[in-house]
């Protein structure tokens, strides 16, 4: 089955600097791959995503990037600020029959002051 | 306002008693998950269903259990038969096919003494 993997666990940047997050998948057949944000006592909520027929896309302090060949993606955070502090998932599903989507172990983002 | 509920947001029981949390989504999804997360742990799938009367295990299913009568809840049932249950319980519910997003509730801690 699919498995993803996240890395750092922990990353701790200065106020306006930025920010990557990398994760690696292993099944070929993944075509979804989503970002989730999760702020201490609530529920992950998505802050962007990315489909296997795209190699980039953005939104204002945010981008992503996907390498379908060497199975990996990433997130970008721009000029980051303290309410950038946050747990973040990727995660990554097929869109198929068996349906399932599947996390990476998060990174805990800490923005320094 | 459409959304995915979780109750109770936090809950104890003594050790050896079966305790059963509540999700109910109002978005007219099909599939319907459950997550445990630890600490460093990630999200871990317990079950998942992507349709009424139906249900699969994911990977940490064991000493838990699951029912969907209806499109709109899947509630999890923690047995005694879980050796570790103190976590926090995410649900979660999305569209077919499932490489869209899917919405988090804002979860249920338990804790068991």
């Known amino acids: 089955g699919e498995n993803v993997e996240q890395h750092p666990s922990t990353l701790s940047v200065q106020e306006g600097d930025s920010a990557v997050i990398k994760c690696t998948y292993s099944?070929?057949?993944?075509?979804?791959f989503p970002w989730y944000k999760q702020e201490l006592g609530k529920g992950p909520q998505l802050i962007i995503d990315i489909r296997s027929n795209v190699g980039e896309k953005k939104d204002q302090r945010i981008a992503v990037t996907l390498n379908k060949t060497a199975k990996h993606f990433s997130l970008h955070i721009t000029e980051t600020q303290p309410e950038d502090s946050a747990v973040y998932f990727c995660?990554?599903?097929?869109?198929?029959?068996?349906?399932?989507?599947?996390f990476g172990k998060g990174t805990r983002l800490h923005i320094l002051p | 306002d459409g959304g995915i509920t979780q109750s109770p947001k936090y809950l104890f029981r003594k050790e050896g008693q079966n305790v059963t949390l509540s999700c109910e989504q109002n978005l007219n999804h099909d599939a319907m998950y459950w997550y445990r997360q630890d600490p460093g742990q990630g999200l871990r799938l317990i079950y998942y269903s992507q349709i009424v009367n139906d249900f699969q295990k994911g990977d940490i299913a064991e000493g838990y259990s699951v029912s969907r009568e209806k499109k709109e809840s899947f509630p999890l049932t923690v047995t005694s038969a879980q050796k570790n249950p103190t976590a926090f319980y995410l649900c979660?519910?999305?569209?077919?096919?499932?490489?869209?997003?899917?919405?988090f509730g804002q979860g249920t801690r338990l804790t068991v003494v």
């Open positions: 995660a990554a599903s097929m869109g198929n029959r068996d349906d399932k989507i599947i």
């Open positions: 979660a519910s999305s569209r077919r096919p499932l490489n869209t997003e899917a919405f």
């Open positions: 099944d070929s057949a993944s075509n979804y």
